[in-house]
């Protein structure tokens, strides 16, 4: 199944056991990854999924006040509540709606926990370590991944980034695929990084990171996601 759409909640035919089977549907989808150790992009969307039904829920709260508006929908980009004008409440469509987001919350908020208990787990086999002195500018430099059991080091540049929403400022990691090595006695991660420096001069002293586990994970939805969190939690700390 497809991913879940950001206005599930609020499009298409609005009737209680149809929406059911479409949330159900998407959670199970979302168990099985989690069970396959795939944790992203699920867990971010499940987060999304949960404040929007909040915001949603907050907005037919605030209705009451707002009347003769009646609400239309939550913005799926601004997570702000929209509303129209009309001379009648929409009961028997608020009624629908309300019974829908009651039953998905509690359901977005069990999945979350599940995924976020799978992540403290998993981090517990990551490490992240420098690899030699590091500058004193570090918001650009290089992310080493590397799995001992496969015997392979991917390399990819980063830049740390920081952006804003409605709520709140955050920082994030861009990251650039660089190329994969495989590990041997001569290209230690101190050469790699030496390696690294001489062939691109635009980084002459780059910070560089080395982000290790245990046991193998699925790169792109588990591996790459938790790497860039400690390389965050790293450099603006």
Wanted: glycine share 2%; hydrophobic share 35%; charged share 30%.
């Amino acid at each position: 199944m497809k991913s879940l759409e950001k206005d599930w909640l609020t499009t298409g035919l609005i009737d209680f056991e149809y929406k059911k089977y479409v949330l159900l549907a998407y959670l199970q989808q979302v168990k099985s990854n989690f069970k396959s150790k795939k944790l992203y992009p699920d867990l971010r969307d499940l987060q999304y999924h949960y404040d929007y039904s909040m915001y949603f829920k907050d907005g037919i709260d605030q209705m009451s006040i707002q009347f003769p508006k009646r609400i239309k929908g939550v913005n799926p980009e601004s997570l702000d509540v929209e509303y129209e004008f009309s001379n009648q409440p929409q009961s028997e469509y608020l009624s629908e709606i309300e019974s829908i987001m009651e039953y998905a919350l509690p359901r977005f908020k069990n999945a979350l926990y599940e995924g976020e208990q799978i992540v403290e787990e998993v981090q517990k086999d990551i490490h992240i370590a420098p690899i030699g002195i590091l500058p004193l500018y570090k918001n650009d430099g290089y992310l080493l991944l590397h799995e001992p059991i496969i015997h392979e080091t991917r390399v990819y540049q980063y830049n740390l980034t920081i952006f804003e929403n409605k709520h709140e400022r955050l920082r994030g990691l861009k990251t650039f695929y660089v190329e994969t090595i495989k590990k041997s006695a001569l290209s230690t991660f101190e050469n790699i990084k030496i390696d690294l420096v001489k062939r691109y001069k635009h980084l002459p002293n780059p910070a560089t990171y080395l982000v290790e586990s245990k046991y193998v994970l699925p790169l792109e939805e588990t591996f790459l996601p938790i790497a860039k969190k400690k390389v965050v939690e790293v450099v603006t700390n």
